[in-house]
Nanobody, 125 residues
Framework: QVQLVESGGGSVQSGGSLRLSCAAS????????TGWFRQVPGKEREGVAA???????RYADSVKGRFTISQDNAKNTLYLQMNSLKPEDTAMYYC???????????????????WGQGTQVTVSS
């Protein structure tokens, strides 16, 4: 069965950087779309970035120019490089995967079949 395991979260000061990783196992074949979401208590899960099998990427406006999503197909690992972090980036970050193209629905959690357990990112001012 498919397992997604995130790592790399932590506490940093505003302006700092973190690199999240999501190691996947159990795929019969690679998903069409994998992405990163984040959630703070009391709010809905928010799409941060997504990447297609062909490497094309999508980003939320709030992270464009600061975050970069990438994938290493040989390692079955998804990454999120986060630079110029802000206190409002504080959240639990989740990776997710679906067997559909990212398209316009990439920000909607309900379309993703597989989820990791999350890794906490805390940015202090």
């Amino acid at each position: 069965q498919v397992q997604l395991v995130e790592s790399g979260g932590g506490s940093v000061q505003s302006g700092g950087s973190l690199r999240l990783s999501c190691a996947a196992s159990g795929y019969t074949y690679r998903p069409y779309c994998t992405g990163w979401f984040r959630q703070v208590p009391g709010k809905e899960r928010e799409g941060v970035a997504a990447i297609e099998r062909d490497g094309s990427t999508r980003y939320a406006d709030s992270v464009k120019g600061r975050f970069t999503i990438s994938q290493d197909n040989a390692k079955n690992t998804l990454y999120l490089q986060m630079n110029s972090l802000k206190p409002e980036d504080t959240a639990m970050y989740y990776c997710a995967a679906k067997y559909e193209h990212c398209s316009g629905s990439w920000t909607e959690p309900r379309w993703y079949a597989y989820w990791g357990q999350g890794t906490q990112v805390t940015v202090s001012s």
